[in-house]
């Protein structure tokens, strides 16, 4: 009997006696072909080790590759709002009626959830070892930060539930991290600018001088028939970022300086349009809405 020819054309496939062919080569040509991709894939391993290795060596975990003028954030901190409403068809307009149990627990609750990194201990680093109480004459050891206080905050306290059942919220700023940047105070109180409000020139004056380097932040309404429907704004702890969190150095556990900002009895059902500015040398300002630089808007209507 013969074999079927299409088995024996398989085999042949794979060992062909009479050329001596493997899968259709030579072992001579397998072996130069092996030969080949070894040396390929071994420069290409060794040109992808030298690309990553310089890649590596140009990074750092504490300190970014661009800094300031040269990044893309820049070096003007912009100024953060809280709270910012969770869906975001509200736009920055924080709406409650204050005698409604549930919308009031509603921006509470965002609040506690913002200030969690600043009162629970367990999501600090260290579990908040490194933070020291700083001072005007005493910055942050090596390895240590300051520590941002949120219990004292009077009215705008957690515990107070942030004043927002008593028809007077408190909203919390804060400026945004860049790494290296330090605040040119306006501690010369012979030389503040024309445009800072006069209640603010005031409490700068009124601080000994040795405090007076600080970011300071004014809150106002911003059109006259806006302004008419405030009756002035209370700030916790002060009326600045004091300058010894300065600069951010990306030190673990830093956390941002927080200033509550009581908006004390608004009129009641109407929208009222507020803007925050910060206030130091180098900090750009630009209100204009397609623009805005070192400051924030954003609306309130209390029922
Ligand atoms: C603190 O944070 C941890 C971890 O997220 C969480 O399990 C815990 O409930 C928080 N504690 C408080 C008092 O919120
Ligand atoms: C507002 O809330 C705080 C904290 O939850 C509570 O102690 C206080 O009695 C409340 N005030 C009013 C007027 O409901
Ligand atoms: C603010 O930004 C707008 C839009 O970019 C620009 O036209 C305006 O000149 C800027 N104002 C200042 C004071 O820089």
Redesign the pocket.
Known sequence: MRKPKGKRSIWRGIYNPDKNYILGRTPRNWGSLLIFYTIFYTILAALFAICMQGLLASLSDEEPRWQLDKSLIGNNPGVGLRPIPDNLDRGSLIWYDAKDKKQVDYWTGLLSQFLQPYTNRTLMVGAGKNQVQCDFDKGPGYGQVCAVNVDKLGPCSESNGFNYNKSAPCIFLKLNKIYNWEPEYYDDINNLPNEMPQDLKDEIKSLPVNQRKQVWVSCNGERSSDEESLRGMKYFPSRGFPGYYYPFKNAPGYLSPLIAVKIERPTLNRIINIECRAWAKNI?????L??R?GSIHFELMVH
């Open positions: 750009l300002y630009n209100g204009s397609r623009d630089q």
